[in-house]
């Protein structure tokens, strides 16, 4: 099938690819030149496991512009746009509606035009307006990918969710997109059809529900600092029952990317346009649980050290998570800038977002105090303290006696538990964790 991908951003980018993978012919479209042009050549214009090799294996049955009219001649049309947030926390549907206004003068009639972007309950309905004269159907069926697994989640994902409009050639789009899907629908994937607002529902529910669970814990976290608890060992317990399930249950500096903070602040906000807003008020909670782990590790140091300013603290992590060079809401880098505002000389070291820091680093006039690295054994030479922010497997893996050599100070944070706790101790290090001693 000939397919187009209107947005060739995280999202975007993996799906063609997968699209590709999965036997069709696919156009990918994005107004960024630079990115096309990377991507063209095969070469991934962001750090994802797998991804290089999936464009190049693909290459033949892939192509990618900056022309909308490319996408004229495809059957199924796929929006993956991104909808980052606005100024009041809603999110921001500019590019949703630019790709719909660009996308509709190259519909036929029986063309599916199938949303992934994460929006606010009611565009699909709202679109469809757009959609239909053209006689083109239109589709909500959003992506459950994590960055690190992009290809994976992709390919195998744990369901498919359609959202069809009700009384509207529902059967009809749903066997367009099954025979696109119908790789992932051999593996007995789950694929459940609903109506529009369910499906634009499920997406952000579900990302909520994830926030809230690594809130739940990092609330946990704060009352295990004060009673001498270890979250650790309380995570291991309760995930114990299969009704809360260890996973997500990691306390530490919280989370953060491009997904879980802005999803859930636009889900807040659509729901006080609604007149529901009470009903997602806990979420504001989590959102404060979450920001406040962030000056929580600053307020460590301070213990631990007192006056920041005039001390050099190294911090191992950049992006917002490990495996991925994504650093948009990075409590990694958030916590380097605060020390650095502090008065203290950072060195961050990352194995990937070392590189797009750069700009952040300049535009917030901080160039001179926080400097980045690949080396993480070079950041912490002279240093007073580390603090590890992002669980990379090189950190983890690391000798606490070879850190312990090149530091003068012997006090080391670790934002994430993922450190052996009594290996770092043993080599003579003060070990502060998030929740445990
Ligand atoms: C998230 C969701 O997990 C995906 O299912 C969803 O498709 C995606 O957003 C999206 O909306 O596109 P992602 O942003 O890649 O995926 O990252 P996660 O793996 O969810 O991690 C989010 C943050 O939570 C990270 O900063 C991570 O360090 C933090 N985290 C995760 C914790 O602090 N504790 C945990 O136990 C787990």
């Known amino acids: 099938m000939k397919i187009s991908v209107i947005g ?15 036997g069709h012919d696919v156009i990918g479209i994005d107004v960024d030149p630079a990115r096309i042009e990377s991507l063209q050549q095969g070469i991934a214009p962001f750090h994802e496991p797998g991804f290089d090799a999936l464009l190049q294996k693909n290459a033949p049955r892939l192509t990618f512009t900056t022309d909308m009219s490319a996408a004229g001649g495809a059957t199924v049309h796929f929006v993956a746009v991104g909808t980052p947030q606005s100024a009041d926390g ?19 009639e029986g063309d599916l035009v199938v949303g992934k972007s994460t929006v606010p309950v009611g565009t699909a309905e709202r679109l469809s307006a757009k959609v239909t004269p053209t006689r083109a159907l239109l589709m909500w069926n959003p992506e459950f990918l994590r960055e690190g697994f992009a290809v994976e989640d992709t390919l195998s994902p744990d369901r ?13 789009a749903t066997a367009i997109l099954d025979e696109v899907y119908a790789g992932i629908l051999a593996k007995d994937t789950p694929r459940l ?33 004060v009673t001498g608890a270890n979250v650790t ?10 009704r809360i399930g260890r996973r997500f249950l990691n306390a530490g500096i919280g989370f953060g990317g491009g997904c879980l903070p802005k999803d ?24 404060d649980i979450n920001l406040r782990r962030r000056s929580r590790v600053v307020d460590v140091l301070a213990e631990e050290l007192g006056d920041l300013s005039g001390k050099t603290i190294a911090v191992w992590g950049i992006s917002f998570k490990p495996d991925s060079d994504d650093i948009r809401d990075s409590p990694a880098l958030d916590i380097a800038e605060s020390l650095a505002r502090a008065g203290a000389t950072v060195v961050s070291a990352d194995p990937e977002g070392w590189k797009p820091a750069q700009d952040r ?5 901080l160039s001179a105090s926080l400097t980045t690295t690949t080396d993480h054994r070079a950041a912490v030479t002279g240093a007073d303290a580390l603090v590890v922010a992002t669980e990379w497997k090189v950190f983890q893996d690391e000798d606490p006696t070879t850190i312990g050599a090149l530091m003068p ?11 052996d706790s009594s290996s770092w101790k043993d080599a003579g290090f003060r070990y502060r964790g998030m929740g445990r001693a």
């Not at 975007?12 to 690819?17: F, L, Q």
């Not at 109506?195 to 739940?216: C, D, G, Q, Y």
Request: aromatic share 8%.
């Open 90 to 108: 809603s999110a921001d549907m500019t590019y949703v509606n630019s790709a719909i206004e660009g996308l509709t003068p190259y519909l036929s």
């Open 8 to 22: 060739c951003g995280y999202l975007g980018a993996v799906h063609a690819a997968s699209m590709a993978e999965l």
């Open 193 to 225: 059809v609903m109506n529009f607002a369910t499906a634009e529902l499920v997406k952000v529910a579900a990302n909520s529900f994830l926030a809230t669970k690594i809130s739940f814990i990092n609330a946990m976290a704060e009352i295990a600092d």
């Open 409 to 419: 100070g012997k006090l080391v944070v670790d934002g994430r538990n993922c450190l």
């Open 160 to 172: 498919l969710v359609y959202g069809v409009q009700e009384g509207k050639d529902g059967d009809t």
């Open 361 to 365: 680093i300049e535009r917030a006039g």
């Open 233 to 242: 060992q309380l995570a291991d317990a309760i995930g114990y029952d299969t």
């Open 264 to 287: 859930i602040r636009g889900f807040v906000a659509r729901a006080e346009e609604l007149g529901v807003g009470e009903a997602l008020s806990f979420l504001k909670d989590v959102d």
